[in-house]
């Protein structure tokens, strides 16, 4: 039972978060008239577990030091992937490999990665269940008052959905940690950080350190 | 139908009232405006590289006697085309800040490079002589004998300054984007799109039509009130500058519609915020009589994104497409239904008006499943009379052949 569930939500985080090869060769319709939808959703199946397999083996060898064994960093500063948006990780590897966004830590994993292992590791973290570091630390319920307050006048629901669970090239937030989501604010507000575009660094504008770490502490404590 | 539009479009400013009534809200400049509950939100970009048997060449559908084949591809997010005299063909990319060169190997094969990357958004794209232009927002780099240097190539003249364009913090992260071409008059032509989704705005600084002199000297306004226009030409008899422009978003599915316009006389004011043809904003309209400003050439249907325009100059065509309009229409997401996602004619009269619009290259959208295969971006004649049309969620670039 507990294992067909977890098989049921890979599947589903797969089918839904990889768009690169399945989505497109359905699209195509010259393509799909020749086969039947079974054996596309068959054959779309069979690739997205294929692309899970590779990026899984990857994500062991280049990821899981900094990014932990399961997609939930234990490192400070560090971002959990588990359950992000496939795209999202595709699209900030891209960025970084490309030198649009410069983290040292990262421009070495990145550098010459190719699309298609870019996309198997985009495939692994979506597939896993996100939650919270092991090193959570207990909820401070002023501060996580104080944080949710905010999250309706900064319009964060408008592109991370109203469940802050992130969608195609936008990513998840709640669970994730603390001083990560701290320190990602405040360099979008310094403007010290791009992302594909603009559009956080205006969603963080003006706020002040107090107000951007009662935000962090909110959605690091949501789960 | 011009009712229903109406209530629609006053419903949606009705719904969408209160966002303005905030004080300056965050909210991403896509979004402003977005009535409680909507979804919509544009597609996402893709950013890798489609494996060449999943390019969707095999959908695209187009009038008899045409055929399609996939001229070049793995450039994710291709845009514009630029061709060198030697032949070299030059795209233009967004988020991934890319530049391509292809190249034709003498089989007809393409070879593609990345020629330059790490740039912000470079997606207007011109030559002049030898020397290809790049507008990265307001960056403009000129690379000189860049053909000759396609594996290394040079360090560019940065020319930022002398063209002084707004930067992308000025723009708001709103229209920031380029699109570029070369005069008749040996000028480069380009846009500077709206600072917003729509707003009161400064009209002599944004959503302009704007031509310099290639050292960035001498800038002249060609079109004012121009929301935002990411595609145009010049005509090849009257010389006359057209251009591709988006309408606002947020204000129904069919209004207002994305335009083409035609530039009779430096400077024209097409009425941005205020109209949009005899559209009256709904917000914005400010008393002003639409009968004022220049009407739009055509009407090109609601949020269809009507991006890279060029007239047909070649003769492998049929003789009643010599002179026409070809249009990529990349597809809308702020409508209700999907729209666009194919190229279409404008076909011009004597007089050089638009006489009816045709769709030309379709097969892209699927309207039972609402998905699409591929967005129309750029189309460009080549010398050969053949006609290449970019396609950015691919990136890939289609040729398009006619034989009887």
């Known amino acids: 039972m507990r294992l067909a569930g977890l098989l049921a939500a890979a599947l589903f985080a797969a089918a839904v978060a990889l768009p690169a090869a399945a989505q497109d060769a359905a699209r195509g319709a010259a393509i799909s008239a020749e086969r039947s939808g079974a054996a596309i959703s068959a054959e779309r199946r069979g690739a997205?577990?294929?692309?899970?397999?590779?990026?899984?083996a990857m994500a062991a060898e280049r990821c899981a030091a900094c990014h932990g064994e399961n997609g939930r960093s234990a490192m400070e500063g560090t971002p959990s992937l588990a359950g992000q948006p496939a795209l999202f990780v595709t699209t900030q590897m891209i960025l970084f490999r490309e030198g649009l966004r410069q983290v040292p830590a990262m421009t070495a994993v990145a550098e010459g990665m190719a699309d298609g292992t870019i996309e198997d590791l985009a495939a692994h973290f979506a597939s896993l269940p996100p939650g919270p570091p092991e090193d959570r630390r207990p909820r401070d319920e002023a501060l996580f008052a104080a944080g949710q307050a905010l999250i309706g006048p900064r319009n964060c629901a408008v592109c991370h959905l109203p469940?802050?669970?992130?969608?195609?090239?936008?990513?998840?937030?709640?669970?994730?940690?603390?001083?990560?989501?701290?320190?990602?604010?405040?360099?979008?507000?310094?403007?010290?950080?791009?992302?594909?575009?603009?559009?956080?660094?205006?969603?963080v504008v003006g706020l002040t350190d107090a107000q951007i770490a009662a935000l962090a502490h909110y959605l690091s404590q949501r789960d | 139908m011009t009712m229903k539009r109406l209530?629609?479009?006053?419903?949606?400013?009705?719904?969408?009232a209160?966002?303005?009534?905030?004080a300056p809200a965050p909210v991403p400049g896509w979004a402003v405006g977005r009535p409680e509950g909507s979804t919509l939100a544009?597609?996402?970009?893709?950013?890798?590289?489609t494996p060449l048997d999943q390019v969707p060449v095999g959908s695209i559908r187009l009038p008899p006697g045409f055929q399609a084949e996939v001229f070049a591809h793995g450039m994710p997010g291709v845009r514009a085309i630029a061709e060198g005299p030697n032949g070299t063909l030059f795209a233009g990319t967004r988020a991934i800040g890319r530049v391509y060169a292809i190249s034709r190997n003498p089989d007809g094969t393409t070879r593609t490079r990345t020629l330059l990357q790490g740039l912000p958004q470079p997606s207007g794209l011109v030559?002049?002589?030898?020397?290809?232009?790049?507008?990265?927002?307001?960056?403009?780099?000129?690379?000189?004998?860049?053909?000759?240097?396609?594996?290394?190539?040079?360090?560019?003249?940065?020319?930022?300054?002398?063209?002084?364009?707004?930067?992308?913090?000025?723009?708001?992260?709103?229209?920031?984007?380029?699109?570029?071409?070369?005069?008749?008059?040996?000028?480069?032509y380009t846009n500077v799109g709206v600072n917003c989704n729509v707003c009161e705005t400064d009209r002599d600084k944004f959503a302009l039509l704007v031509s310099f002199n290639?050292?960035?000297?001498?800038?002249?306004?060609?079109?004012?009130?121009?929301?935002?226009?990411?595609?145009?030409?010049?005509?090849?008899?009257t010389r006359e500058l057209w251009a591709t422009n988006h309408g606002r978003d947020w204000a129904g599915d069919d209004a207002p519609q994305d335009t083409l316009l035609r530039v009779r006389?430096?400077?024209?004011?097409?009425?941005?915020?205020?109209?949009?043809?005899?559209?009256?904003?709904?917000?914005?309209?400010?008393?002003?009589?639409c009968s004022e400003f220049a009407q739009p050439a055509a009407l090109l249907g609601g949020h269809t994104a009507v991006l890279g325009m060029r007239f047909y100059t070649g003769t492998m065509f049929p003789e009643q497409y010599r002179n026409m309009a070809f249009i990529a229409r990349r597809g809308s997401w702020n409508r209700s239904r999907l729209a666009g996602f194919d190229v279409v004619v404008a076909h011009l009269d004597a007089q050089g008006n638009v006489a009816r619009v045709e769709e030309f290259l379709t097969g892209f959208r699927n309207d039972t499943a609402q998905t699409f295969a591929d967005r129309p971006v750029e189309v460009h004649v080549l010398r050969d009379g053949s006609m290449l049309v970019s396609g950015e969620q691919m990136g890939a670039i289609y040729r398009i052949t006619y034989r009887q």
Request: aromatic share 8%; hydrophobic share 40%.
């Open chain 2, 7 to 16: 209530v629609f479009g006053l419903v949606a400013a009705l719904t969408a």
């Open chain 1, 48 to 56: 997205a577990i294929s692309a899970e397999r590779r990026g899984a």
């Open chain 2, 42 to 49: 544009p597609h996402a970009a893709r950013m890798t590289v």
């Open chain 2, 127 to 188: 030559m002049v002589g030898n020397s290809l232009f790049v507008f990265a927002v307001n960056r403009v780099l000129r690379y000189d004998n860049i053909e000759a240097n396609l594996d290394n190539p040079p360090a560019p003249v940065d020319l930022t300054a002398a063209f002084a364009l707004p930067t992308e913090q000025e723009h708001g992260g709103n229209h920031h984007w380029k699109f570029a071409t070369l005069g008749p008059d040996g000028r480069i």
């Open chain 2, 18 to 22: 209160p966002a303005y009534a905030q």
């Open chain 1, 163 to 203: 469940t802050l669970t992130g969608r195609e090239q936008v990513p998840r937030l709640i669970g994730q940690r603390e001083d990560f989501l701290e320190r990602t604010m405040i360099e979008y507000r310094d403007g010290l950080r791009v992302g594909a575009d603009s559009q956080m660094n205006g969603a």
């Open chain 2, 214 to 237: 290639p050292d960035g000297s001498d800038r002249r306004i060609e079109a004012r009130g121009v929301r935002n226009s990411v595609g145009m030409a010049h005509h090849p008899v």
């Open chain 2, 265 to 289: 006389r430096s400077g024209e004011d097409f009425g941005f915020p205020f109209c949009l043809g005899d559209w009256r904003d709904p917000q914005y309209n400010a008393g002003r009589n």
